[in-house]
């Protein structure tokens, strides 16, 4: 018989050491310490306590002393009104007492220490027992030890039963039911408490990394908006918008993504893709990344102060030109000439403010038609005498690059730059030691800008070679830049003119059809508009 229990209790112990290694959610896995705990030693309820450091002055930084934080209960016999308290870490409650002595406390009966024999300096509150008619008699308190060998928390068993499968409803149950906890009970207690002080210990280290994670990428993305203010939010709608796609594939039965499923590490991975897929963006030069002209700022003004000293050199030769003529034969004898003069002076004059207001047009990031170009061509031509005698022309050839761009502001040039971004995320975020289940976040958040087709940048993969986490992002990213409201280059597009134009990219073969029809079927977009 003993042999037989002995199996027994090895196996529960062994069953419970796999659980308890396997979870990493601290509420679920201390909701699990419990349940194994009250299962092995036969208690009808139980409570655990977690040991948090005492910030008292609000300032963040944890303050030497510690308390108890009463975090989680589970009663077989009756319903619980839980709610979550703080208990200081003293020798004035058997939980605090059981932190202090780092050793389990067992008591046979709490209903004796009201007795004036009890000398353990124990008191028990009855306050809850005469509320709900649960008496809690045998009590088992077990500190949970860190690796470290440090208590990390408690459990409190309550009531170990001689049947398990029986509820304590009446009082006579309590009479006849609840014995006191064993030595067995106290040692498997113990066993279980310290395989649980190492798994929460390893549940809370694995959720401050993951905190981690998340710190670093909400930093991230903080660096990438100070760059470029005018995106603001975008990594985080593309995110939002690329994870609730995955979510809808994930429920499909059928169709070509039916075998598609997402676990939710697979979903954390893809949302770190998409709040940090322009990270590459900080190795852009600011002034190209934040460009809302076809001109930088210093090339309009550079334009503008050239334009200003044109029409001081035009108004200072007509005033040459009309003082020459007149010293020469009187003003009398020149009048029809002194109105030539001023006459073409002034058809320069407005032919320069013409010239300007050509200028200012075509700056404009839309798209520039034939007649402007072909004029600003013309103006381009024209030529001025400069301070130190040499002819130059109305625009530079640089200016010229950026004014004759069809569509948007940037030259190819400066196009290029900001495509180099995707290179650039890649190559910072492959310097980040993800781990296995974040391994692809650089691949999938690297290739937002590969198109079906193959004439995507900056590997030009074509089809299948295109994760479908990835081809998803892509969608989300150029749904959201259209319709994103901060661009000051560009109006936002309404949903349904968005929608249309990446039903164009879809017909083109530059997205995927299926995740688009999910996309708008579902109304995914909804998650941000």
């Keep these: 018989m003993d042999a037989e229990r002995f199996r027994y209790e090895r196996d529960e112990l062994l069953a419970v050491s796999r659980a308890l290694s396997s979870e990493r959610d601290i509420n679920k896995l201390l909701d699990l310490i419990l349940q194994k705990s009250r299962h092995i030693t036969g208690a009808d309820a139980g409570s655990v306590y977690v040991l948090e450091s005492v910030d008292e002055d609000g300032d963040g930084k944890p303050d030497a002393e510690k308390v108890l934080q009463f975090v989680t209960s589970q009663n077989d016999s009756r319903p619980i009104d839980f709610k979550q308290f703080k208990l200081r870490v003293d020798d004035r409650s058997i939980v605090g007492r059981a932190v202090l002595d780092r050793k389990p406390i067992n008591i046979e009966d709490l209903g004796r220490l009201g007795e004036p024999a009890n000398v353990s300096g124990f008191h028990h509150n009855r306050s809850f027992d005469d509320k709900t008619g649960y008496r809690a008699l045998s009590m088992l308190t077990v500190p949970m030890l860190s690796a470290r060998d440090e208590v990390i928390g408690v459990v409190q068993l309550i009531n170990k039963k001689r049947n398990p499968e029986r509820k304590l409803l009446e009082a006579k149950d309590f009479d006849s039911e609840v014995i006191p906890f064993d030595t067995r009970s106290e040692e498997l207690a113990f066993a279980i408490a310290s395989q649980a002080g190492v798994s929460l210990e390893n549940a809370i280290l694995y959720k401050e990394i993951t905190n981690l994670f998340e710190g670093f990428v909400d930093a991230s993305v903080t660096a990438i908006e100070s760059r470029d203010p005018t995106t603001s939010g ?113 058809a320069r004059l407005v032919a320069l403010d013409e010239a300007w207001r050509l200028v200012l047009q075509a700056n404009e990031p839309s798209v520039l038609d034939g007649p402007v170009l072909s004029r600003l061509r013309e103006i381009a031509a024209w030529q001025y005498v400069d301070m130190t005698g040499k002819r130059r022309p109305y625009l530079e050839p640089d200016e010229m690059e950026a004014l004759e761009v069809p569509r948007g502001s940037l030259t190819p040039r400066e196009r290029e730059e900001i495509q180099s971004h995707v290179t650039h995320t890649m190559k910072f975020l492959e310097a980040i030691p993800w781990g296995r289940q974040l391994r692809n976040v650089p691949r999938f958040a690297g290739g937002h800008h590969e198109l079906l087709d193959g004439k995507g940048y900056p590997s030009g993969l074509k089809g299948d070679q295109i994760p479908i986490e990835t081809r998803m992002l892509t969608i989300a990213d150029i749904f959201d830049a259209l319709t994103a409201s901060d661009r000051p280059y560009k109006a936002a597009v309404p949903v349904p003119k968005a929608l249309d134009i990446l039903g164009f990219e879809v017909k083109a073969g530059r997205c995927d059809p299926q995740l688009f029809k999910i996309f708008v079927d579902s109304q995914v977009f909804k998650k941000v508009v």
């Design 234 to 346: 975008h990594s985080r709608r593309v995110a939002t918008l690329t994870v609730a796609l995955a979510q809808q594939v994930d429920t499909l039965g059928d169709g070509p993504f039916k075998n598609v499923h997402f676990t939710p590490e697979d979903l954390r991975q893809i949302e770190y893709a998409g709040v940090l897929h322009d990270f590459g963006k900080v190795g852009v030069r600011e002034h190209i990344l934040v460009k809302a002209k076809k001109l930088h700022d210093w090339q309009r003004a550079g334009i503008e102060l050239r334009f200003g000293y044109i029409r001081k050199a035009i108004e200072a030769e007509s005033l040459a030109r009309k003082l020459e003529l007149v010293s020469g034969r009187g003003a009398a004898a020149v009048a029809n000439d002194l109105v030539v003069v001023d006459r073409d002076a002034a």
